[in-house]
Structure formats: C-alpha cells, structure tokens
C-alpha cells in the first residue's frame, strides 16, 4: 500500500535560518502530494500541493518540487519565523483507493527567536 | 465563507462507553472524512463517505461505527472506549475526492 515518511519527528532551529522538512513517499499509482501545517490547537490547513514532477510550487514563503525519480516532496523556507513554529505534515492521495489521502507521522517545527 | 463545526470540542468518557461525535459541514461538499491523530503517528483515517449515505471503511475502521444521514453531516461512534485512551478525531471534507480535504478543529477525547 502507499506510505509516506517523515524521518524528523522534532526540528528546532533559530529565526532566519532556512527550513527544510524531509518527505519521501511510496505508491505504485499516479501521485498527488500535500503539505498540511497545524498550528497548536488549530484545524490542520493546506499549505501546498502537486502533481507535477520536478516543478516548484509556492505558497506563503513556503515551497516544493515534487522529483518522482526519487520519491520526494521536501519543504523548504529560506527564513524561519517565529510564527513557523508548527506541527508540518506530508500526506500521498496515490489514486488506489478512492477519497483516501495517507499522511506521514508528522514533524514539529519549532522556531527560537 | 463555510466551516466546519466538530461536536464535541472536548468528550471524557468511560471505559466501555459508546460515544458519539458530530461533524457538520456547510461548504457542500460531496465527500466527508473522520481521521485520527495520535502524537507521532500522524493522522489515520477510520471512515470517509463520498456521498450522503456511502460509507467506506479506512484503515483504521475497527471499533468505530460512522453514519452519513445527510450530506452536511457526518458522525462518529467510538463503540466502546478503552480506558487511558486519548486522541484528537479529526473531521474533513471535500468537493470530490480528488481535492484536497479541509479539517475541522477537532474533538479531543480522554478515556478514564
């Protein structure tokens, strides 16, 4: 079945430094891939999506390149905010199963000023 | 602009208990899902149902009961909760199910 992977649980960083979220996934189907940011006791809320390999997509200083050669659909910021400071996840809607979207186990982000 | 109304925002129940949580959307949306979210286990899904009556089990389906009766509204039932259990169940929904769902806020459960 499909998967999605989050191999940081926990990253901390200091305001101003760049931000990457790692995200890799597996599906046997064509493939569409999100990003979700939760801040603490919010909704979780679309930060970006895509179905397009290898180009970039943006979304509130945010962005994405969805590469099929290698699985992937990494988070990236050039400048951390405070307001950054988030539960991120990475979620695979693979086509198999109809209306189902599979998510990663989620990583937090936390911004030091 | 619509929104999504989860009822309970907070539910403590006992063990063995049925419980019931409430879902209610007014965007219109065909398909409506019921995730869970445990820490560090991301958000797994226990029912969804893409039109008014359809249900259609997840992967984590087993102890919960679901009911579409309308297209607004959709609920679920924890059929009997286990003691220490806490968890925050999640409620989506979707134009079809090929977009991207938006959540509600959540209904925060504790078992004691």
């Known amino acids: 079945g499909d998967s999605v992977t989050q191999t940081e649980g926990l990253v901390t960083l200091t305001e101003g430094l760049p931000v990457m979220l790692n995200c890799t996934y597996q599906?046997?189907?064509?493939?569409?891939l999100f990003w979700y940011v939760q801040h603490l006791n919010e909704a979780p809320k679309l930060l970006l999506k895509?179905?397009?390999?290898?180009k970039r997509t943006e979304h509130q200083g945010f962005h994405a390149t969805l590469h099929k050669s290698s699985s992937s659909f990494h988070l990236q910021k050039s400048s951390a905010q405070l307001s950054d400071s988030a539960l991120y996840y990475c979620?695979?809607?693979?086509?198999?199963?109809?209306?189902?979207?599979?998510f990663g186990s989620g990583t937090r982000l936390q911004v030091y000023a | 602009g619509g929104i999504i109304t989860q009822t309970p925002k907070f539910l403590i129940g006992q063990e063995g208990q049925k419980l019931t949580l409430k879902c209610q959307q007014n965007?219109?949306?065909?398909?409506m899902y019921w995730y869970r979210q445990d820490s560090g286990k991301g958000l797994r899904l226990i029912y969804y149902?893409?039109?008014?009556?359809?249900?259609q089990k997840g992967d984590l389906s087993e102890g919960y009961d679901a009911s579409r009766e309308k297209k607004s509204s959709f609920s679920l039932t924890v059929t009997s909760a286990q003691k220490n259990e806490m968890a925050v169940f999640l409620c989506?929904?979707?134009?079809?199910?090929?977009?991207?769902?938006?959540f509600g806020e959540g209904t925060r459960l504790s078992v004691l």
């Open positions: 895509s179905s397009t390999d290898n």
């Open positions: 149902s893409i039109t008014e009556n359809d249900l």
């Open positions: 979620a695979l809607r693979g086509t198999q199963v109809v209306g189902q979207l599979t």
């Open positions: 965007f219109n949306h065909d398909t």
């Open positions: 599906t046997a189907y064509s493939t569409f």
């Open positions: 989506a929904s979707s134009p079809g199910t090929d977009q991207a769902p938006l």
